[in-house]
């Protein structure tokens, strides 16, 4: 049946942080205190950076290229974003519906560093966090908003307003967010990757996730992984470009695709030479001192 777009919570704060309605307040409040399995795998990144493209990598993986289940089943069913609330049906928020689910169980969130659950601040289950260029996010983030048809959206000029200002900013300001995860890189349990790497070198980039995952595949099983989650492959492919699923129709807009345009230094088209500078102007100020560099274009 159809994914039902409602009951949205309101938006709220929790935290300090700010979250729309897509997350669910009693998901957001059970995520810190969520017990961690071993073979948890929790694929992490601020909204709007790749979360989807890794997500279907590590679902992949795990069924060693198998596109039988991976095409069928939606992205959202196989890899569960943890802040949310089940919306096919039972309405239960996810840490508590995932506590019964069969290992190994891949997760998705946004949550930041210090709010995912403590047992994996603490080593327990793998965490691959994914990054790309705040320029693109921001632009990222507007089109999906205004291609959301049951969100709420600003203008552009509004929704860049709030995207740096940390008081509204979703899930945190993007580089607080991006740099407290940069630091944990090169704990046990995390990999960092970035949009602009995989872009390059998704090839490259699978073998590093499966080898992190201690997934040994085949360098055949290894082309199959990486020829499904292309660009193309998962923009053709109902279960990651979900607003052509026929289940979530409702969801967005006709002109909105989940899966939209997949390029690094398409805010060029976007972004105002004011806006850009302002980008410029805190991210000199923010990322002061902190050793992770960005391809913009
Ligand atoms: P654009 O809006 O710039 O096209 P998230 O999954 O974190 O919400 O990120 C969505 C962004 O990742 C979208 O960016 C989407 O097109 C892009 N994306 C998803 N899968 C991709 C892929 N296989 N290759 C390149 N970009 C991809």
Redesign the pocket.
């Known amino acids: 049946g159809n994914i039902s777009p409602g009951p949205f919570s309101p938006p709220f704060h929790f935290k300090g942080v700010n979250f729309v309605p897509l997350a669910d307040r009693r998901a957001v409040e059970q995520v810190e205190s969520f017990q961690v399995r071993d073979d948890d795998v929790f694929v992490s990144?601020?909204?709007?950076?790749?979360?989807?493209?890794?997500?279907?990598i590590v679902s992949l993986l795990s069924t060693e290229g198998d596109l039988s289940e991976v095409s069928k089943i939606p992205i959202v069913v196989r890899v569960p974003w943890l802040e949310t609330m089940d919306m096919s049906g039972s309405g239960q928020p996810y840490p508590q519906l995932l506590k019964d689910a069969p290992s190994p169980r891949l997760m998705k969130t946004?949550m930041p560093y210090h709010m995912l659950p403590q047992q994996a601040r603490e080593g327990k289950g793998k965490i691959i966090y994914?990054a790309?260029n705040v320029k693109?996010?921001v632009?990222?983030?507007h089109?999906?908003r205004e291609g959301l048809a049951h969100i709420p959206s600003g203008t552009f000029d509004e929704n860049f307003q709030e995207f740096i200002n940390p008081e509204q900013a979703v899930y945190g300001l993007w580089w607080d967010v991006v740099s407290e995860y940069w630091r944990h890189k090169d704990d046990d349990n995390m990999l960092f990757v970035k949009?602009e790497d995989?872009?390059r070198d998704?090839r490259g980039n699978v073998v590093k996730i499966a080898n992190f995952l201690s997934e040994t595949l085949s360098d055949q099983r290894i082309d199959e992984v990486t020829a499904n989650?292309?660009?193309?492959?998962?923009?053709n492919n109902e279960a990651?470009n979900l607003t052509r699923a026929e289940a979530f129709k409702d969801l967005a807009t006709k002109e909105f695709?989940?899966?939209?345009?997949?390029?690094v230094g398409?805010w060029k088209n976007s972004l105002s030479p004011e806006q850009s500078k302002i980008l410029d102007d805190i991210h000199r100020t923010k990322m002061a001192g902190v050793d992770l560099t960005f391809e913009f274009e």
């Not at 990144?45 to 279907?56: E, L």
């Open positions: 990144a601020y909204q709007k950076s790749g979360t989807t493209w890794v997500q279907q946004h994914c790309r693109d996010v632009v990222s983030w089109k999906m949009f995989l872009k998704l989650c292309t660009f193309s492959a998962m923009k990651t695709e989940f899966i939209r345009k997949g390029k398409d």
